[in-house]
């Protein structure tokens, strides 16, 4: 609630598109009581815009981002990056325990087994390396 009791409602929106580039904006909805009006600002990350929509949906302003702004959701999108990345790391991880209990089930194996076995370690290590390290912008080796 702001100091002239509107409530409002934010959020950070991110999409990651099928060609894996990241399509982000900060919206804000704002709800004044009473009026029935309802007011959504939206920082689009791609565009570098603030742009006002009324209650209808009708676009009100826009403008460019200022720097601080377009600094501040740079800063949300690779927070969110680094989260949805850090849980891929969770879950590779889960996925890896049993994978391993699956090898270390084999009483000989082959040399090929053992090599792909490596493979999967290095990636799994790396995987936690960058966990423990918060090094999570990108994961493509783990």
Do not use: H
Request: hydrophobic share 40%.
């Amino acid at each position: 609630m702001d100091n002239n009791g509107s409530q409002f409602f934010a959020c950070f929106v991110s999409y990651v598109l099928e060609d894996k580039n990241t399509v982000s904006t900060f919206q804000r909805s704002t709800f004044v009581p009473g009026s029935g009006l309802r007011q959504v600002e939206v920082w689009d990350s791609v565009a570098l815009t603030y742009t006002v929509f009324d209650g209808a949906g009708t676009q009100v302003s826009q403008r460019p981002l200022m720097p601080s702004e377009a600094t501040d959701i740079q800063a949300r999108e690779l927070a969110s990056i680094a989260d949805a990345n850090a849980e891929s790391i969770r879950t590779k991880a889960s996925q890896a325990l049993t994978a391993n209990a699956t090898y270390l089930a084999i009483p000989a194996p082959t040399a090929t087994e053992v090599r792909t076995q490596t493979e999967l370690l290095t990636k799994e290590v790396n995987g936690l390396i960058r966990l423990l390290l918060n090094q999570l912008d990108d994961i493509s080796d783990t």
